[in-house]
């Protein structure tokens, strides 16, 4: 599945490392040790703040598009027993690998895609911030999440918000005992890198996951809304 090309290697001397860091090029702003920190595109380090609320001791954790590895390297330091962290992008993956690797933080990084997200088993928690609303095939990546998670799956991803909708389906008017007829429209939008994708309702985002879940809305998140998943006891 990995095809690592770039060496990934311990730099030992500080100055080396700065160096190292700030000839990459950063999406996300990462805290490291020695009060170092990336230079990333967006504040990504606000949504610490919000992790800081869920438990990760002795947790396993997946993190799905993890980009350089922030929140994965944030759960592992938070006590998870174990992290993988996935991403499609290579060069991401490499950054990842070498923060853990120079911060001595213990996650398993691998290039992957949400969809083969499965492949890699079942995991306490499951992080998955910005990427559904990024994915082409939103009702698989959502599937996806919920078939790796044991317990929590901690989102952030757009949503289609009707007020009022007129359809031209002529079974509009049909009943659904899960989704209200509102909850049934979803949106399609175009994405600045990814193309055309689909922003589903909390309805039908809740109806994926199915009666085994408890959604819960947190409102705004730094780019989409915030919204956790918990098995029922
Ligand atoms: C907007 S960034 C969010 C990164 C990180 N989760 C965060 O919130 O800081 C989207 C990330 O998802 C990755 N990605 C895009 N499509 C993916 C896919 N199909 N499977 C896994 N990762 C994907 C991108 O490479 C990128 O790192």
Same mark, same amino acid.
Not at 4 to 21: P, S, T
């Given at each position: 599945?990995?095809?690592?090309?770039?060496?990934?290697?311990?730099?030992?001397?500080?100055?080396?490392?700065?160096?190292?860091?700030?000839?990459?090029?950063?999406?996300?702003?990462?805290?490291?040790?020695?009060?170092?920190?990336?230079?990333?595109?967006?504040?990504?380090?606000?949504?610490?703040?919000?992790?800081?609320?869920?438990?990760?001791?002795?947790?396993?954790?997946?993190?799905?598009?993890?980009?350089?590895?922030?929140?994965?390297?944030?759960?592992?330091?938070?006590?998870?027993?174990?992290?993988?962290?996935?991403?499609?992008?290579?060069?991401?993956?490499?950054?990842?690998?070498?923060?853990?690797?120079?911060?001595?933080?213990?996650?398993?990084?691998?290039?992957?895609?949400?969809?083969?997200?499965?492949?890699?088993?079942?995991?306490?928690?499951?992080?998955?911030?910005?990427?559904?609303?990024?994915?082409?095939? =939103?009702?698989?990546?959502? &599937?996806?999440?919920?078939?790796?998670?044991?317990?929590?799956?901690? +989102? *952030? #991803?757009? $949503?289609?918000?009707?007020?009022?909708?007129?359809?031209?389906?002529?079974?509009?008017?049909?009943?659904?005992?899960?989704?209200?007829?509102?909850?049934? =429209?979803?949106?399609?939008? &175009?994405?600045?890198?990814?193309?055309?994708?689909?922003?589903?309702? +909390? *309805? #039908?985002? $809740?109806?994926?996951?199915?009666?085994?879940?408890?959604?819960?809305?947190?409102?705004?998140?730094?780019?989409?809304?915030?919204?956790?998943?918990?098995?029922?006891?």
């Amino acid at each position: 599945m990995d095809s690592q090309d770039k060496k990934i290697f311990k730099i030992e001397n500080l100055e080396e490392y700065k160096k190292w860091i700030s000839q990459q090029n950063w999406y996300q702003t990462i805290h490291l040790k020695n009060g170092l920190i990336t230079k990333g595109k967006l504040n990504t380090h606000s949504r610490i703040q919000w992790f800081d609320r869920f438990n990760f001791l002795d947790k396993t954790v997946l993190d799905i598009g993890c980009n350089s590895g922030q929140y994965s390297m944030y759960a592992k330091k938070s006590g998870a027993s174990s992290v993988t962290g996935l991403d499609v992008n290579k060069n991401r993956i490499y950054q990842a690998k070498m923060l853990a690797l120079n911060e001595d933080i213990d996650v398993n990084f691998h290039i992957a895609g949400i969809d083969q997200a499965k492949s890699f088993g079942k995991f306490d928690i499951v992080i998955c911030i910005a990427v559904v609303t990024e994915v082409e095939n =939103v009702l698989m990546a959502l &599937r996806s999440i919920r078939d790796t998670t044991n317990k929590t799956a901690i +989102l *952030e #991803m757009d $949503l289609a918000r009707p007020l009022i909708y007129a359809s031209s389906n002529k079974d509009w008017w049909k009943k659904d005992s899960k989704v209200s007829r509102l909850g049934r =429209v979803a949106e399609m939008h &175009r994405h600045k890198h990814a193309g055309w994708v689909i922003h589903p309702s +909390l *309805e #039908m985002v $809740l109806e994926i996951f199915g009666d085994d879940f408890e959604l819960s809305f947190l409102g705004k998140g730094l780019r989409y809304h915030k919204i956790v998943l918990s098995r029922k006891q």
